[in-house]
């Protein structure tokens, strides 16, 4: 077997707005298109796990966290709507995977990321799990 590696797929610019031009069959044949995405990438044993994001939450910045805000918000240009795991041999065949994404066509925008065992930036922040 071969080595396999994992990647990240981060689905951006995915607020309900990206939708609002679809009728209801309209966005019914495009969740189909999703799940049949989705269940044939969990067929081959490329996806490990995916979910998507809710619109609400909190964001944390600043020195020990003093700055907590409600968001991210629907409406924010570069919303994160979700994520799939994939492991795949390399980074040509997420981008390969990335581009059947259904989404695209409604102008989402598909991240490809890989995820690595150490911090790039800290060197020492090590990964944790799985």
């Not at 309900?16 to 969740?31: D, M, N, V, Y």
């Not at 796990?49 to 809710?54: D, F, R, V």
């Not at 240009?77 to 041999?89: C, D, Q, R, S, W």
Request: hydrophobic share 40%; proline share 6%; with cysteine.
């Amino acid at each position: 077997m071969s080595a396999v590696s994992p990647y990240l797929l981060l689905f951006r610019n995915a607020g309900p707005e990206s939708h609002a031009h679809l009728t209801p069959e309209q966005k019914t044949a495009r969740a189909k298109q999703w799940n049949d995405w989705v269940a044939g990438l969990v067929a081959q044993g490329k996806l490990q796990h995916g979910h998507p994001l809710g619109l609400g939450g909190r964001v944390v910045a600043g020195v020990n966290g003093g700055r907590v805000t409600d968001g991210p918000f629907a409406e924010a240009k570069e919303i994160v709507g979700g994520y799939l795991f994939l492991t795949v041999a390399d980074i040509d065949e997420a981008t390969a995977i990335a581009r059947q994404c259904p989404g695209l066509a409604d102008g989402l925008v598909v991240e490809v990321r890989p995820i690595v065992d150490r911090s790039p930036v800290l060197g020492d922040v090590q990964a944790v799990g799985g």
